[in-house]
């Protein structure tokens, strides 16, 4: 099985769609990428994979290899952190506070002819695809497999966690990362998920209340557009540990969109630290410099993204 050098398995849930699964998927990789762990994202939302586009590699194809498929590089380790050699040993390797880990992704969207192709396929089908990523994906050595989820506790997810625990080590399989938004409409169908993790016996790791504020492009303000706080409040319902709030942020979907680092008016003070300010969201090829995970340490989420990423490490890796 393809799995058996991944270290941990982290799945992000919800039972509500358009609550930012992908966007939080994508930030947790990069910010465990920042800690120099090697990170692997598998997107097994089929009908709408958006993975590829959050990393920027959506032109990009998966290469054949005996046994299975090559995942989409996004970017590799720095510092040697999990780098291998040219004959696929492992390689010296330097865990400097400031290294690097490699990043990879495999996604249904890098086997399509077109991004706007439709996916029709019947949940046997769907099954069989959910299956195949799991046993054909050649991951090599990873400390950690994040798999971004579609809404719902349906086929996919079903075949899924089957597949997971009947394959997986229990210590393979961390857990759960449950996302909502503050709604109540939202977290109505988010304790779904939760209850499907419980019949599963999927732990959970923690709940994520995504879109919990609205970051001003305009101003130092961070506005509670949708509410705040009924994510938190169903964490302490289940029982289950609350790893946080996140506001939406513009310059994150400029950063996703036009590849250009994030900047903030005088100020903005995210988290106690104050956000980088040089620049007015103009055409500046500087903005436009360096890889991804780079340009995302300068976003307003990463610093809360980097405190809840330690929360998950601490449950992980105790």
């Avoid at 982290?10 to 509500?16: A, I």
């Avoid at 609550?19 to 090697?38: F, I, P, R």
Wanted: net charge negative; with cysteine; charged share 20%.
């Amino acid at each position: 099985m393809s799995l058996k050098d991944v270290k941990h398995i982290v799945l992000v849930l919800s039972g509500k769609g358009g609550v930012g699964k992908s966007s939080v998927t994508t930030q947790l990789a990069l910010t465990l990428s920042l800690k120099g762990h090697s990170v692997g994202v598998l997107d097994v939302d089929l009908t709408g994979p958006s993975i590829p586009r959050f990393f920027g590699i959506e032109n990009e194809k998966v290469r054949q290899a005996p046994g299975g498929w090559i995942p989409v590089p996004v970017h590799e380790a720095q510092n040697g952190y999990g780098h291998t050699d040219g004959n696929g040993d492992a390689a010296h390797t330097n865990e400097l506070a400031d290294g690097r880990g490699s990043l990879a992704c495999m996604s249904l969207g890098f086997l399509l002819g077109d991004r706007g192709d439709a996916v029709v396929w019947r949940g046997p089908k769907k099954t069989a695809m959910v299956r195949q990523f799991l046993s054909d994906v050649l991951w090599g050595s990873l400390d950690y497999l994040l798999i971004d989820t579609p809404p719902g506790t349906s086929d996919e997810h079903i075949s899924l966690v089957e597949t997971l625990l009947k394959e997986a080590t229990p210590e393979q399989m961390a857990g759960a990362v449950i996302v909502t938004t503050p709604q109540a409409i939202s977290i109505s169908d988010v304790k779904k998920e939760i209850n499907f993790c419980r019949k599963t016996g999927v732990k959970i790791l923690g709940v994520i209340e995504n879109m919990a504020g609205f970051v001003c492009p305009n101003c130092s303000e961070c506005t509670n557009v949708f509410s705040k706080g009924g994510g938190q409040v169903m964490a302490q319902e289940f029982d289950v540990p609350f790893m946080g709030s996140l506001p939406i942020d513009p310059m994150f979907i400029r950063l996703i969109e036009e590849g250009k680092r994030p900047v903030y008016p005088e100020g903005t003070v995210i988290d106690g630290r104050a956000m980088q300010t040089n620049g007015h969201a103009d055409l500046d090829e500087a903005e436009k410099a360096g890889l991804l995970v780079e340009k995302y340490t300068a976003c307003s989420l990463y610093p809360l993204f980097d405190g809840m990423v330690n929360q998950l490490l601490s449950k992980v890796e105790p």
